[in-house]
């Protein structure tokens, strides 16, 4: 069974740079699993910030960029603000039109 | 505005049914692929099940495969989950959201659906 891996918690000071990856269980990930990542706050449905593995959506600021990294796809922020503090969700696209989640990353800003 | 409204969600029993739907506007939903999403309260996302544009293509997760059937109306611009042999753990919010390049840019704001006795 095929799963999606990412840290599950993670913690960074204000102003800093913090990587989450996110991978699978067996093989790698690569451009093809068109890898997409979603910010969630509590009681808030999830907001896309990056596709296409790299592409930022619309009003995402550029303090968040996407990539692949060794294996893994990758979501770094770049000066981290007290309001990133949230749940980060990675998406694999796999062959045959399923696709799957990881089971998130708890980001801590302090 | 772009939006997606779900609605549907209710208690059930388990083994019951429901159907829950999602109502698209400010976009061509007819050209969209669609699909559900589903959360356990405390829990991460779960990916549910897809449908293409033509209404016919669909796939579903292991979970659900078999007993619940997604299906849309172009014409009036909604999207349904027909929910059937519900179990507990199906407990969930429910998110509808659209598909551009294999993500999900667009989200409801959920619908809660209980299955308990």
């Known amino acids: 069974q095929t799963v999606v891996t990412q840290e599950p918690s993670f913690s960074v000071s204000p102003g800093g740079t913090v990587t989450l990856t996110c991978g699978l269980n067996s093989g790698s990930v690569s451009t093809s699993h068109y890898a997409s990542w979603y910010q969630q706050t509590p009681g808030q449905a999830p907001r896309l910030l990056i596709y296409?593995?790299?592409t930022r959506s619309s009003g995402v600021p550029d303090r968040f960029s996407g990539s692949i990294v060794g294996n893994k796809a990758a979501l770094t922020i770049t000066g981290a603000q007290a309001d990133d503090e949230s749940d980060y969700y990675c998406?694999?696209?796999?062959?045959?039109?399923?696709?799957?989640f990881g089971g998130g990353t708890k980001l801590t800003v302090l | 505005e772009v939006q997606l409204v779900e609605s549907g969600g209710g208690l059930v029993q388990p083994g019951g049914s429901l159907r829950v739907s999602c109502a698209a506007s400010?976009?061509?939903?007819?050209?969209?692929?669609m699909h559900w999403v589903r959360q356990v309260p405390g829990q991460g996302l779960v990916w549910v099940s897809h449908i293409k544009n033509d209404g016919i293509t669909t796939t579903y997760a292991d979970s659900v495969k078999g007993r619940f059937t997604i299906s849309r109306d172009n014409a009036k611009n909604t999207l349904y989950l027909q929910m059937n042999s519900l179990r507990v753990e199906d407990t969930a919010v429910y998110y509808c959201?659209?598909?551009?390049?294999?993500?999900?840019?667009?989200w409801g704001q959920g619908t809660v659906v209980t299955v308990s006795s």
């Open positions: 998406v694999l696209y796999m062959s045959s039109d399923i696709w799957l």
């Open positions: 959201t659209n598909d551009a390049g294999h993500a999900f840019h667009i």
């Open positions: 400010g976009f061509t939903f007819s050209t969209s692929w």
């Open positions: 296409y593995t790299n």
